[in-house]
């Protein structure tokens, strides 16, 4: 009887070491690595629900112990088509862009909170491209308005 213990408790303790055997897949998903351009194409529907290649939300993009190559290259695009959003935002105030950025920023907060900060400093980089404003001039509220819907919408659904 002891030897039965001792090979359930082995069984048990291989199965939690191996993730119970039934694990999802924590790589990123291609969709994400598809550059800044993919986020942009898809943030066009924001603040409705955004995809990336109609089935990967920008949340699913950070992924739980992700590989170090695969959040370089995320954080790359990320923070490419922030950049850029940004760029447009200020030009457009209260406009798409602003709140295409917000969405960016809250989807990938919602997902962050699901790492384990494994991502907070991509998020800190994400708010400082998003809130960039040449000579620190204060954005306009129609900016912050706009971004804030998006950000909310992000937050909830991204």
Do not use: K, W
């Not at 969405?103 to 708010?127: F, K, M, N, P, S």
């Amino acid at each position: 009887m002891p030897a039965r213990i001792a090979i359930a408790i082995a069984c048990l303790a291989a199965l939690v070491a191996f993730g119970c055997g039934g694990r999802e897949d924590e790589s990123t998903p291609v969709a994400c690595l598809e550059g800044a351009d993919a986020y942009l194409a898809a943030l066009a529907e924001a603040p409705s629900e955004v995809e990336l290649d109609d089935e990967v939300t920008i949340s699913d993009c950070l992924a739980e112990n992700q590989d170090g190559g695969e959040l370089a290259t995320v954080g790359e695009a990320m923070v490419g088509a922030t950049t850029e959003l940004n760029a447009e935002a200020r030009a457009e105030p209260g406009g798409a862009a602003s709140v295409q950025l917000g969405y960016l920023l809250g989807a990938a907060q919602r997902g962050a909170d699901r790492t384990e900060g494994i991502h907070a400093d991509l998020v800190r980089r994400l708010v400082v491209a998003a809130r960039f404003a040449p000579g620190r001039e204060p954005l306009p509220q129609s900016f912050l308005d706009a971004f804030r819907e998006g950000f909310d919408a992000g937050r909830e659904q991204g």
